[in-house]
């Protein structure tokens, strides 16, 4: 499965799954993004591919930049950012598809933020094989960032796989490569970890 695809598959769930919200659902606040709500996910989720899309990338992916397209799209109806998504989606996939190696945060980002909106909603998570090992396999910038650092690189393991052979860290054990990825994007506390 291609990187595109990954991107594909979760901006799909989340255009069926907006016009589905309530307005209270909508305004719940997110609590992996405690600044942002529901409809503020939207916002980014649409907004940051639409720059891209238009080249709008200068100071990409700062908070400034992010605020941005949030504040942008806030005021809009959800059918609306739906329809612009449905319209540069297509056009993000192909970015992705054209340079995976460039793009490669941006599936990261939307299935991280789809099932933050999912846990905040208390909905079960997308069962997608493709797209959690894609996500867990991000968990190989934690060597690179422990050996910048001059930090041990921990083991971490889910199952009996080593998804992550450590250098004289500790071994970090993970019910799934699902929660591996949740952990990886700053999506678990340091209680839950």
């Given at each position: 499965m291609s990187e595109s695809d990954i991107y594909r598959r979760s901006r799909v769930a989340l255009t069926e799954l907006y016009p589905t919200l309530t307005d209270a659902q909508l305004a719940l606040p997110v609590s992996e993004t405690p600044a942002w709500t529901v409809r503020d996910v939207l916002g980014h989720v649409v907004g940051g591919p639409e720059d891209h899309v238009r080249g709008d990338n200068a100071d990409a992916p700062?908070?400034?930049?992010?605020?941005?397209?949030?504040a942008r799209l806030s005021g809009e109806p959800v059918s609306a950012?739906?329809?612009?998504?449905?319209?540069?989606g297509p056009?993000?996939?192909?970015?992705?598809?054209?340079?995976p190696r460039r793009w490669t945060?941006?599936?990261?980002d939307v299935w991280c933020h789809e099932h933050d909106v999912?846990?905040?909603?208390?909905?079960?998570?997308?069962?997608?094989?493709?797209?959690?090992?894609?996500?867990?396999?991000?968990?190989?910038f934690v060597r690179a960032r422990c050996q910048k650092?001059?930090?041990?690189?921990?083991?971490v393991v889910v199952?009996?796989?080593?998804?992550l052979a450590g250098t004289g860290g500790p071994t970090v054990r993970f019910p799934d490569l699902h929660e591996v990825g949740r952990v990886i994007f700053g999506r678990r506390s340091e209680a839950q970890i």
């Open positions: 700062s908070e400034a930049w992010t605020a941005r397209h949030v950012v739906l329809a612009i998504w449905d319209e540069i056009r993000m996939e192909a970015l992705i598809a054209e340079d945060f941006s599936p990261h999912r846990a905040t909603l208390d909905l079960p998570r997308r069962e997608d094989e493709e797209a959690i090992r894609y996500s867990a396999s991000a968990v190989w650092a001059e930090l041990p690189v921990p083991e199952g009996d796989e080593i998804v």
